[in-house]
């Protein structure tokens, strides 16, 4: 790969992460259509993302330096049917709005061509005046050629805009299709009359800013208005999405009915005002392809198309003003319409010959491609110029996307922009002749007016929605009003069988009181014949009072005058007896009388409470009567809403029926009038608890009120709750994509790895069957470390480190193993070291270290350590977070060796800090490296004398400059016999770090006792003499001569 491919992917990269913010919000797949002759807008998509700001990738423009090229310029070959040329030509259609519109630029000179080409005239003469363009064939002849505009090179994007693509863009928002495309040798300004951003400069900004400017004023002004966007590049006959990286070699669909072409896989963006076009706009040229070559610093490698959809509702008094007829089957009442129309920016690639434009390496195969669609494209635009019958446009992918743009419906209006410089004149020449070539074709301008079924069918579906409700509503209604005549006619079958029971009653009454009148009846007679018979004895006494009298005066006059006296006492007696027996009588007449007199009153008494109840009764039932109609009404207009006031009105009904059959109980006639005086009670009552029931139907309405308001707020919570599980849903699915990467990533890390493996497995020198060269092997290896470097760089920025660290705490053992993985190999390169430990990786590796127990986890998560322990803030992360003695005491918790060899090697790189040495100490970090190396393992033993070798070295820096004294802490854990015995290792790496070892601790004059206890100045005099090492074997004699205890 070549540096400028090296810097195009550089430029790719820089803006992944970005294109990945955007795509978070972007919808799944939303179809893109670019018709030849009707386009069918996708379904609206709104995108409310906000996108990081990126510095725009400078552009050619007219005024760019280029370097040195070659002065020969070989004759070009012209692609396509030749054409005619005269010295002044006219075209006479020029008020055809379908004709396609060209227009031509010159570029100011470069400073190249000022110091090359001062003595020498412009190849060309323009005379916008006239609209005409005279190229120098040499110093005394010319050909003049006629455009629809001539720009100079001191023309204004401003003018340049309105005199090119205002009326392209004022019939988009008319209803019609439209295309812009700029057409060019590289480095003459394609780019910079189309695609400048100008965000700071608004006088720089070029076609696409200003277009987009004048479509969003006017949808502002219009509600109905949408405007949406799509950016692909063809870059190597691929379609690429430039606001997606990812979606690469997008297909093109074609109807065969309609001929319609559209490109499903594009990314279609939902604009909303300028700044945000500005976001969309910056990250797609960022990721757009571009070299530097020998014509132009920035030279765009593939043909950028952006695509702008605008759909606008339409009403019938915004019809007035249109120019075209309405047809008659958009003449329906209500029915609503819609126009759709689309709007093509193309920034083609410029063609370049590869002797003048420098280019190797993968760039000449950039520029074959390029020079492929150009030749295809012009193919069709001589047979559409010439009125063929078989336009070539299946060719290329090119070509089939602009076949609107050419022979289709679209207004096309096309800038050709040229170099002053003569040393281009073929490209210049092959340049003006494609534009006059381009002036022939005619497009059948249509504008795309169709109904809107979509808006329709919302409408429909709103009132059949409507609809269904008030039919459910009627139904309901409907059914409460059945149930409640129901629940009426129940109460009205009471009613009636209450009242039979008071006609039985009253019938009962009536025979009562005819047996009470016959009774009267009968005393009253009784009384008739007493009165007679008192009436008879009394003229039996009054007789008898006579005959006494006359018997009186018989005895005075008589002789008998003692027998009478005699006989009168007899009678005296008998007509005591008799008197006696009168009063007697009369007594009992008066006491008969007195009955008599009471049982007229009783039955007076009788009447009037009969009457008294009878009355009551029918107060009682007109009262009753009035409370029920009362209730009635009142339930049914309370009935829904006091379901819980229903079971207290049947209490109420429950005490009358008791108190009804209270009242049917009692038949004796004395009682019934205290029994009306509680029914009346009983009422005042009930009208009391009617009162009270009102006052509490009251309450309930209130409470129902709030229950609705609480109802609309409990719905607002659960759409709220809905919103938060889409929301949840999506950063759920985010998430197993990311996954997915994430593991796809790490297999190609994997491998990548294993490559290197294998690479330094091999023998370094050549074997028996012929192995590869030294520099090829090095080449391979280095070409893989490469891929793995891009690899994991790639999956930074795609994923994220914070999201892989959260993924470290999954439950899922596969994801967190597959997450230390990709943690160990980030953490191997030096640029992510300070993010993995800003986003707390060096915390979540101790944590996992000290509570897992899976074997692979351990592994890995000590590589990772280890790998970040290179790194001076990430070595006081671990030994504040007591990372040296949890990494001691894995000795004890795995005898795996290549576990033990990550930690040995996590150890060795904290002994080279000076600041750490006696905290290793203390932490029993010295001592567990000792233990590790009794393993016996080669690896492991190898980081245990690079440890000792590191911390010995740093100890004795501190000695020299003072800072401490004494005999090392390395022999105090017993490392001196382990390093004289280890000495003859047959590892040379290891070996020169044991001798390294040695050398330091022998610079120290306290450790001089120990030296010679163990016998290791005899190793320090071998390692004088035997060392493979100059600079030890230096080291060693230096200190033979320099301390006294070993001169002898």
């Keep these: 790969m070549t540096s400028s491919s090296n810097s195009s992917s550089a430029v790719r990269s820089s803006a992944k992460h970005a294109a990945e913010r955007i795509q978070q919000h972007l919808p799944p797949s939303n179809p893109a ?12 998509t709104s995108i409310a993302a906000s996108i990081n700001h990126h510095s725009p990738r400078p552009k050619d423009r007219p005024s760019s330096t280029a370097s040195s090229v070659s002065a020969a310029s070989p004759s070009t070959r012209r692609s396509g049917t030749p054409v005619h040329r005269s010295q002044s030509k006219d075209f006479d259609d020029d008020n055809d709005p379908g004709r396609v519109r060209v227009s031509v630029r010159v570029r100011p000179r470069n400073g190249e061509e000022l110091k090359s080409d001062a003595d020498f005239a412009d190849l060309v003469e323009l005379q916008p005046e006239i609209k005409r363009l005279k190229l120098r064939k040499n110093n005394w002849n010319s050909e003049s050629y006629r455009f629809d505009e001539v720009f100079t090179d001191t023309a204004s994007q401003k003018r340049v805009y309105e005199g090119v693509a205002k009326p392209v863009v004022e019939g988009v928002l008319s209803g019609y299709n439209g295309t812009i495309m700029a057409y060019g040798q590289t480095g003459t300004g394609k780019t910079y009359t189309v695609g400048k951003i100008g965000k700071d400069d608004a006088a720089e900004r070029g076609i696409m800013v200003r277009a987009l400017e004048d479509i969003l004023a006017s949808a502002s002004s219009a509600s109905s208005v949408s405007v949406e966007i799509s950016y692909l590049q063809l870059y190597m006959e691929t379609i690429q999405d430039l606001l997606a990286p990812e979606k690469s070699n997008i297909s093109i669909n074609e109807d065969g009915k309609t001929g319609e072409v559209s490109v499903p896989g594009a990314t279609v963006v939902n604009i909303q005002d300028l700044d945000h076009f500005f976001q969309v706009l910056q990250v797609g040229e960022t990721n757009r392809h571009a070299a530097n070559t020998k014509m132009n610093t920035e030279s765009s490698r593939s043909h950028a198309i952006l695509t702008v959809y605008v759909r606008r509702a339409m009403n019938e008094k915004a019809e007035t003003g249109t120019k075209s007829p309405k047809p008659e089957s958009l003449g329906d009442k209500g029915i609503p319409r819609v126009r759709k129309s689309k709007l093509l920016i193309v920034d083609l690639a410029g063609s370049e010959r590869i002797n003048k434009s420098g280019t190797d390496g993968h760039l000449i195969e950039e520029a ?24 070539p446009t299946r060719d290329s992918k090119l070509t089939r996307l602009l076949r609107d743009s050419f022979g289709g419906s679209a207004r096309t209006s096309l800038i050709i922009t040229i170099g002053p410089s003569a040393r281009y004149h073929a ?107 008192c009436d008879l004895m009394r003229d039996k006494a009054t007789q008898l009072e006579m005959n006494l009298k006359n018997t009186k005066q018989q005895l005075e006059s008589s002789a008998y005058k003692e027998k009478l006296a005699d006989a009168s006492k007899v009678y005296e007696t008998k007509i005591a007896v008799l008197v006696q027996r009168v009063e007697d009588e009369q007594a009992r007449s008066t006491n008969a009388e007195h009955q008599l007199n009471e049982m007229k009153n009783i039955l007076s008494n009788q009447q009037k409470s009969i009457h008294d109840q009878e009355m009551g009764n029918y ?53 019934e009038n205290e029994k009306t005086n ?23 309405k209130l409470d129902y009120d709030d229950l609705l308001h609480q109802k609309e707020k409990l719905g607002e919570e659960v759409r709220d709750m809905k919103e938060r599980l889409l929301l949840e849903e999506k950063q759920r699915k985010q998430m197993e994509s990311e996954l997915s990467k994430l593991k796809k990533n790490l297999r190609e890390s994997e491998t990548v790895v294993e490559d290197k493996r294998v690479k330094e497995d091999l023998p370094k020198g050549p074997s028996e069957s012929g192995a590869l060269p030294g520099s090829q092997r090095s080449h391979g290896l280095k070409k893989s470390l490469s891929g793995q470097r891009a690899t994991m760089a790639r999956l930074c920025e795609e994923v994220g480190v914070q999201k892989i660290l959260h993924l470290i705490k999954s439950e899922d053992l596969e994801v967190q193993i597959q997450a230390v993985k990709v943690v160990a190999n980030l953490a191997a390169e030096e640029s992510n070291q300070v993010k993995i430990v800003e986003e707390g990786g060096v915390e979540a590796l101790l944590t996992l270290v000290q509570s897992s127990q899976n074997s692979t986890i351990l592994r890995v998560a000590s590589g990772a350590i280890a790998n970040l322990a290179m790194n ?39 002994c080279g800090n000076e600041k750490f040495l006696k905290l290793l100490k203390e932490e029993e970090g010295i001592k567990g490296l000792l233990t590790m190396a009794q393993s016996g393992n080669i690896d492991i033993i190898a980081q245990v004398a690079r440890g000792m070798a590191n911390f010995a070295k740093c100890e004795t820096r501190e000695i020299m400059q003072g800072r401490r004294k004494g005999r090392s802490l390395l022999l105090e854990e017993g490392a001196l016999e382990w390093l004289t015995s280890n000495s003859h290792i047959e590892s040379a790496s290891t070996q020169r770090h044991i001798e390294l070892a040695l050398c330091h601790l022998a610079q120290n004059e306290a450790n001089a006792i120990d030296f010679k206890r163990t016998g290791s100045v005899t190793e320090i005099v071998r390692i004088s003499v035997e060392s493979s090492r100059d600079d030890i074997r230096s080291l060693a004699k230096k200190i033979l001569r320099s301390n006294p205890h070993f001169s002898n």
């Design 33 to 44: 259509s670019l018709s030849s002759s009707s386009l069918n807008l996708p379904s609206k």
């Design 368 to 391: 074959k491609f390029i020079n492929l669609s150009l030749t295809s494209l012009g193919k069709c635009i001589n047979a559409l110029a010439e009125g063929s019958s078989h336009i």
């Design 427 to 533: 490209e210049t020449t092959s340049t003006i002749m494609f534009g006059q070539r381009a002036m022939k074709i005619v497009n059948m301008v249509k504008l795309k007016e169709e109904f809107d079924y979509e808006s329709l069918c919302r409408k429909l579906e709103t009132q059949v929605d409507h609809l269904t409700a008030e039919v459910e509503r009627q139904t309901k209604l409907r059914n409460s009003e059945k149930l409640e005549l129901e629940k009426r006619l129940r109460e009205c079958e009471n009613t009636f069988a209450e009242a039979e029971k008071n006609a039985a009653r009253s019938k009962f009454l009536e025979k009562e009181n005819a047996r009470l009148e016959l009774r009267m009846k009968e005393l009253l007679k009784d009384l008739e014949m007493q009165k007679d018979q």
């Design 619 to 671: 107060q009682y039932q007109r009262e009753l009567a009035e409370a029920t109609y009362t209730y009635e009404s009142k339930i049914a207009e309370l009935q829904k809403k006091l379901e819980d006031e229903h079971a207290r009105s049947n209490s109420a009904e429950e005490q009358l029926r008791q108190m009804k059959s209270i009242i049917s109980d009692r038949q004796v006639l004395s009682q």
């Design 678 to 700: 509680e029914l009346k009670k009983k009422l005042e009552e009930l009208s009391q608890m009617y009162e009270s029931t009102v006052d509490e139907l009251q309450t309930v």
């Design 872 to 910: 001076e803030k990430s070595q006081d992360l671990i030994m504040n977070k007591g990372g040296a003695q949890l990494l001691a005491k894995m000795v004890t918790k795995t005898d795996d060796p290549q576990t033990l060899r990550m930690v040995a090697g996590a150890l060795a790189n904290l």
